[in-house]
């Protein structure tokens, strides 16, 4: 049976082989520091799946590690030969519309895959694990668009991939961590009862006669629990513990399905506007080499709050009717 | 109440623009030791935290794919291709991407967008491309920074205001589970999803409406010619 685990592997590969080509890499600024980051982190995908009869506490120091040589600006991405702008221009000519045949190829690899490949079992043995078939269809499809472009644009070493692949990788830099990092900083809120606490000043607040002020306190909660964690998913049963079932099902009668559903979509229009939601927000612009790293954010804001109005205003009426 | 000195931390961190990493790690512990948490367990946290939040970081495995094809010019192909759609504008074009990034994720093909196999590759190059196509060369990087902002926002705002209406994705999954467990009650993961089309139907029309707007404003920064960002440091 194939697990995720051997997609966190190749992921983990990945990372491994950007630290060693660091290593070889003479010309390199911060080299040691650099290939201690990524080789670290590489080697944190492997260790990450024997958490259960390994200890934690070297993988937990080694995060720590990462995250403070990353933090403290002892990364910084060196210099990866790579074709010119006129090489380029060239080669879209000659090469064609088939450019774009490895990009689309990951899509579609690892739709199929998961809709397909989920049903087969071999002797009785599902071939893949339980609710892992995206994860996994990503990780095929990726060999599959590695094969595709090593066989369409035809590089004298295919090796080059990785080197293209370092290139961008180190570009995002230490963003690469963050997302990983929030989950863990959420974790450890809601260890330390975070979400209880707020929870309280949420129930407060909440006046006893308002329909219409219940309803935005439950929804400017959770979006703004959202901002500050990054996350609906932390925010919604807190908040549902705290005002949405409480007050507006029990108390004004609210009708549970349409309640949620946009409450939720209200903790949305939080994630647009907050950095905790790095994957979403932040690692784009730096997957993107913009300047501001922060304009993505500033765009999504007029959005957030327009949509968050309707929300409000759906969810003034729909549970009600 | 002591714990939530963390969250402050965090808020304080991000305002000042330190650097997350630091922020959050600090926020984390400091919360962690708060709450009266012995070292030995945050430092297991960091390590659980970790090891269960690795699917996060699988997106950066294709770009060893995106990066070979960019190497045989992949965003100038994506360039020319938009130069031959004479009526398809930066913002037109992320229209229709936002419209097919919010269909394809409301039935659950949600890996088919994304700003690493999908935006970088294709859709910025593209919008950059018609950009240049009606302006002319070199973009100032004000205005690529803000073709690159809206690019990402696009993808970002379809995929969450269009998974919602699958049944089978995490945040519906989340619903159902948690108030079925706490409350008793047998909501219906398909009435969940229903309630989301209203929400869905709202964010194209407000974000639509804003990006058929930008055409307009990328013109006028266009126009104004002076980098008015370039002399903060």
């Not at chain 2, 130069?83 to 919010?102: E, K, M, P």
Request: some cysteine.
């Amino acid at each position: 049976m194939i697990t995720a685990e051997w997609i966190y592997w190749l992921a983990g590969a990945f990372f491994l082989a950007t630290g060693v080509q660091i290593a070889l890499d003479r010309s390199h600024a911060q080299r040691w520091m650099n290939c201690a980051f990524w080789s670290l982190l590489g080697l944190s995908f492997f260790y990450g799946s024997f958490v259960s009869v390994l200890p934690l506490w070297p993988l937990g120091a080694a995060v720590i590690a990462m995250a403070l040589i990353a933090g403290s600006g002892l990364t910084s991405p060196g210099t990866v030969s790579t074709t010119t702008e006129a090489e380029r221009e060239a080669s879209a000519r000659s090469k064609g519309n088939l450019l774009f045949a490895p990009a689309l190829t990951i899509p579609i690899v690892t739709i199929a895959f998961a809709l397909g490949a989920s049903k087969v079992a071999i002797g009785g043995v599902p071939l893949l694990a339980k609710g892992q078939a995206t994860l996994i269809g990503l990780g095929v499809a990726v060999i599959a668009a590695l094969i595709v472009g090593v066989v369409l644009l035809k590089p004298k070493q295919p090796v080059v991939a990785l080197r293209e692949g370092r290139r961008l990788l180190e570009s995002v830099g230490w963003a690469v961590l963050l997302p990983q990092m929030l989950t863990v900083l959420g974790g450890l809120f809601t260890q330390a009862g975070v979400g209880t606490d707020v929870g309280a000043i949420a129930q407060h607040i909440v006046p006893e006669q308002s329909r219409m002020f219940a309803v935005i306190v439950y929804a400017l909660g959770m979006a703004s629990f959202t901002i500050v964690m990054g996350n609906a998913f932390a925010a919604f049963p807190i908040m549902t513990a705290a005002v949405g079932w409480p007050v507006l099902v029990e108390r004004f009668g609210a009708h549970p399905a349409p309640l949620f559903a946009i409450g939720m979509l209200a903790g949305y229009c939080g994630t647009l506007c907050t950095p905790m939601a790095a994957n979403f927000n932040l690692v784009p612009p730096a997957l993107l080499e913009m300047k501001d790293r922060y304009l993505q954010i500033k765009v999504q804001i007029p959005t957030a709050i327009a949509l968050f109005i309707v929300n409000v205003a759906l969810m003034l009426s729909l549970p009600f009717s | 109440m002591l714990p939530l000195i963390g969250v402050l931390i965090v808020v304080a961190g991000f305002a000042l623009r330190r650097n997350p990493l630091i922020v959050v790690t600090i926020a984390g512990i400091a919360s962690a030791l708060l709450a009266g948490m012995p070292i030995a367990r945050i430092i297991d946290a960091f390590g659980s935290g970790f090891a269960n939040s690795r699917s996060i970081s699988l997106a950066f495995m294709v770009l060893p794919v995106v990066g070979l094809a960019e190497r045989y010019g992949l965003q100038q192909r994506a360039k020319l291709l938009i130069s031959t759609a004479a009526g398809l504008t930066a913002g037109r074009l992320l229209l229709v991407y936002l419209f097919i990034r919010q269909l394809t994720a409301a039935l659950g093909l949600t890996s088919i967008g994304g700003v690493p196999q999908m935006v970088r590759p294709v859709i910025y190059p593209m919008a950059e491309g018609a950009v240049v196509r009606a302006y002319g060369d070199e973009l100032p990087e004000r205005v690529s920074d803000e073709v690159k902002a809206h690019s990402a926002a696009a993808d970002t705002i379809g995929v969450f205001f269009g998974e919602d209406i699958f049944v089978a994705i995490g945040a519906v999954l989340l619903i159902t589970s948690y108030v079925d467990a706490t409350y008793h009650l047998a909501l219906d993961a398909l009435q969940i999803a229903l309630w989301a089309i209203p929400t869905a139907i709202a964010a194209f029309v407000i974000h639509g409406f804003r990006l058929l707007r930008l055409d307009g404003r990328l013109t006028a920064m266009l126009a104004s010619g002076t980098d008015k960002r370039e002399d903060k440091p």
